[in-house]
């Protein structure tokens, strides 16, 4: 899988695991190559792609097919240039491919100028993919300003790609200089499950629908070539094999292989990618222990299909990073152990230890990116899945959960000052003896450390896959809760469910006086931007960073999830501040997205708001100490984010397109609404975020 081509200046000498060749810089036949198979013998059904751009170098990836497979490797070429005629070339190497790794292909190609544009396609036969165009980072000494966009959560069963289409038909009309120099994804690139639960694409009114292409095709994920495993509901990838194939599937949409041909993609994963809501190697699909198995041969396969089919750098990068290489093991049972939540146990570690992926790459002298891995070396959730089974009101141990115990259980022997309750309200506290909780683990938390401290870079962007912001659920107003577990949070799978070590990491950046560091993060599917404390708790709470969290590229909405009745009680003194139907009170939605309004003004104003549908009254019953960090918050989003880095100040766009339930084609999704935002350059603990201007339609309770 390890292939590197090296480009001189003067010339195209290539040189690959040892062996060198000369190819000429001109190609007049661009039709043949010796070893051909004939007419149609081969295509590229998965598109082509580059990643990890530097100053000096790319990754080039592509899938070729054999239409009647001999069973033997499969030679193609690859081709780079200058210009998109392809009239002279750069690199033309030949490279080898073979059935394990599912005839995918990575190229690293070295010696390219920085900040330059190049183009890349693949041969095999008579046939030749699509063109691709990629560009090099700025040097590192580049006084460069440079846009990114980021995305995350692609539910193919939950929604078409438009999006993509939409970024893609947008940044072509942008001067060059302002366009988009590649795109950051933050992880659940696939979804590991099919066509069950969740994974069901809802309208406006949050009522299933059927997604059907421009030409009539059902847009489902296949059965599983090796039959997947299956908890209550769910049917989810299990062998390499399935992963594979939702690869496979998922890098068939048109959408998403546009983007990838247009720019260099910089990914990492979340979940999805191995299994939802995991923790090391352990799945999480029910409240009931028994039923989750450890999964180290699961965790294994999906590494190795995320290897194969999203291109990274990793062990070239000189850095902590490092490639893929297989590894047998066993499916063995493990309870949480040692001083840093690292399970000891052999298989584990040895799973976790087939791949590295958390990185960091240059961008000029005023962009660092830090790549995270928020799964692999994380601690379970704060809150056991049969602690909250028991309880109906915890509702379950990772959405809507209590603020107090998650942060007791959380902080493990250190809570109380080292002296932890044995109960905390309700529960039990089975954590007394266990160490504070971790999302990053030990190691890579000390690199972060490091990378951070280090970086020269004016702006460091953290690529942190899941929510920082603390996303509190105000129970004042809702009697049922509050008298019995007081406030609550959206998610403890995210940093609120592990607020010592948020807190541990931004007590570092203030004391080592680390400024302009933004997170840029997904997963909740909603759009939400604000301010993230030293500690949330404290008296006087210092800003130390800012966060901008994209909604979904096509996954249902966290506020369809949540008003679904999936996750919460069905309480009315509940439900009614997420959501109701406004028709009876002069409105027109039947769903109004009142979660919105819970977590910026709290839950009287989102009585206020049910009761009335008058603005006005709403935003007078506004609690202010309600999460007072927030700038901006919509829970029925989905899209993308764009951000402009330039030496003195940051302009981030928050993107929200229509419910991307049709296939629009080439149009691409429409258009919603975005938020716009400008961060300035700041020393920690002085960071400021201004209310964002608004374009479009604004999310309730805002219009």
């Not at 999006?163 to 200089?177: F, T």
């Not at 915890?394 to 493990?412: H, K, Q, S, T, Y």
């Amino acid at each position: 899988m390890r292939r590197r081509a090296f480009i001189k200046s003067a010339g195209c000498f290539v040189a690959s695991a040892g062996v060198t060749s000369l190819a000429g810089c001109t190609n007049n036949d661009l039709s043949f190559k010796p070893g051909g198979a004939g007419e149609a013998a081969f295509s590229f059904p998965q598109g082509v792609a580059s990643a990890d751009p530097r100053a000096d170098s790319v990754l080039l990836w592509t899938r070729v097919e054999a239409h009647e497979p001999a069973g033997g490797p499969v030679r193609l070429w690859a081709e780079v240039s200058l210009s998109d005629s392809f009239q002279s070339l750069v690199l033309d190497k030949e490279l080898e491919v073979d059935a394990r790794s599912d005839h995918t292909v990575r190229l690293l190609v070295e010696g390219l100028e920085p900040a330059t544009t190049y183009y890349y396609r693949f041969r095999a036969g008579q046939e030749v993919s699509r063109l691709g165009r990629t560009r090099t980072a700025p040097a590192p000494d580049a006084n460069t300003p440079l846009r990114l966009a980021w995305v995350s959560c692609q539910d193919y069963s939950a929604g078409f790609y438009g999006a993509y289409r939409r970024l893609v038909n947008d940044d072509e009309k942008r001067p060059e200089a302002e366009q988009v120099a590649f795109v950051l994804h933050l992880g659940d690139f696939i979804y590991e499950t099919r066509a069950e639960g969740f994974q069901t694409a809802v309208d406006e009114h949050l009522k299933p629908v059927e997604l059907v292409d421009e030409i009539g095709r059902r847009r489902e994920v296949p059965p599983f070539p090796g039959g997947g495993g299956r908890r209550p509901g769910t049917k989810f990838a299990q062998t390499v094999d399935d992963y594979r194939h939702l690869y496979r599937t998922v890098l068939s949409d048109p959408d998403l292989q546009e983007a990838r041909a247009r720019w260099p993609f910089v990914c990492v994963w979340d979940d999805h990618e191995f299994s939802n809501d995991a923790w090391q190697t352990q799945a999480n699909y029910t409240n009931d222990k028994s039923t989750d198995e450890p999964s180290q041969r699961r965790k294994v396969a999906a590494n190795q299909a995320w290897f194969e089919y999203v291109p990274a750098v990793l062990s070239d990068l000189g850095d902590a990073a490092r490639d893929f290489v297989f590894t047998e093991v066993e499916d063995a049972p493990y309870d949480q152990a040692g001083p840093d939540n690292y399970v000891t146990e052999a298989n584990n570690q040895a799973a976790l230890d087939t791949i590295r992926i958390y990185r960091t790459l240059r961008f000029g002298r005023h962009l660092q990116l830090v790549l995270s891995d928020v799964r692999s070396y994380r601690s379970d959730h704060a809150l056991p899945e049969e602690t909250s089974a028991s309880n109906p009101l915890l509702f379950n141990a990772r959405v809507a959960v209590p603020l107090e115990i998650v942060a007791a259980l959380d902080a493990g022997k250190t809570a109380n000052g080292g002296m932890p309750p044995e109960r905390v309200g309700a529960v039990d506290n089975p954590r007394r003896s266990s160490p504070a909780g971790t999302i990053l683990g030990s190691a890579q938390k000390q690199w972060w450390k490091q990378t951070m401290k280090q970086s020269t870079a004016t702006w460091k962007l953290w690529a942190n896959p899941i929510p920082l912001l603390r996303l509190r659920l105000d129970a004042s107003d809702v009697p049922l809760v509050s008298n019995l577990v007081g406030d609550l949070l959206i998610s403890a799978d995210a940093w609120d469910g592990y607020p010592s070590e948020r807190r541990e990491l931004m007590s570092y950046l203030l004391a080592e006086g680390i400024g302009n560091v933004v997170s840029l993060s997904g997963d909740h599917h909603g759009h939400f931007a604000g301010i993230i404390y030293d500690d949330f708790d404290a008296a006087a709470p210092a800003p130390v960073l800012a966060e901008f969290t994209t909604a979904g590229v096509a996954s249902n909405s966290l506020f369809s999830a949540v008003a679904g009745g999936s996750v919460v009680p069905d309480q009315e003194a509940i439900r009614r501040v997420i959501t109701y139907d406004s028709r009876p009170l002069g409105g027109k939605p039947a769903n109004v997205p009142n979660l919105n309004t819970l977590l910026r003004y709290g839950s009287r104003a989102a009585n206020v708001a049910a009761n009335t549908h008058d603005l006005a009254q709403v935003e007078a019953a506004r609690k202010m100490d309600v999460n007072p960090h927030l700038r901006f918050v919509d829970t029925h989003a989905r899209g993308y984010g764009v951000i402009a880095v330039e030496e003195t100040e940051v302009k981030a766009t928050l993107v929200t397109i229509e419910p991307p339930i049709v296939d629009r084609g080439e149009e691409g999704a429409r258009l919603r609404g975005s938020a716009d935002f400008t961060l300035k350059a700041s020393a920690a603990g002085k960071v400021a975020l201004d209310e964002p201007m608004l374009d479009g339609v604004k999310p309730f309770p805002l219009a």
